[in-house]
Nanobody, 119 residues
Framework: QVQLVESGGGLVQAGGSLRLSCVAS????????MAWYRQPPGERREMVAL??????TTYADSVKGRFTISRDNRNTVYLQMDSLKPEDTAVYYC??????????????WGQGTQVTVSS
């Protein structure tokens, strides 16, 4: 089992920055990948950024060059969001994949943190 606690959301003007944090606890040695997703109002949840084994990163086209996913130790992942746009407004979720021997078997989600970008 892995537990996730997110923080860092809030209200920011367009062009501003925010940094989201996600701290994992529990069976952190089983973590195989970490990611951020978001769900805009009335829309489906979508992938924002992935960080997999070996620090390989993947970004949604809509955030490339503006958002950066990073991990500073074994159990914390960040999402640095710069040059924010009103269309970035969403609830942001941290997701962790875990499993034995580096194979992803389970996934865990954080509670979500609201990011609102005003124009």
């Amino acid at each position: 089992q892995v537990q996730l606690v997110e923080s860092g959301g809030g209200l920011v003007q367009a062009g501003g920055s925010l940094r989201l944090s996600c701290v994992a606890s529990g069976d952190i040695n089983s973590i195989t990948g970490m990611a951020w997703y978001r769900q805009p109002p009335g829309e489906r949840r979508e992938m924002v950024a992935l960080l997999s084994t070996g620090d390989y990163t993947t970004y949604a086209d809509s955030v490339k060059g503006r958002f950066t996913i990073s991990r500073d130790n074994r159990n914390t992942v960040y999402l640095q969001m710069d040059s924010l746009k009103p269309e970035d407004t969403a609830v942001y979720y941290c997701k962790v994949d875990s499993g034995p021997g580096g194979i992803s078997v389970d996934e865990y989600w954080g509670q979500g943190t609201q990011v609102t970008v005003s124009s």
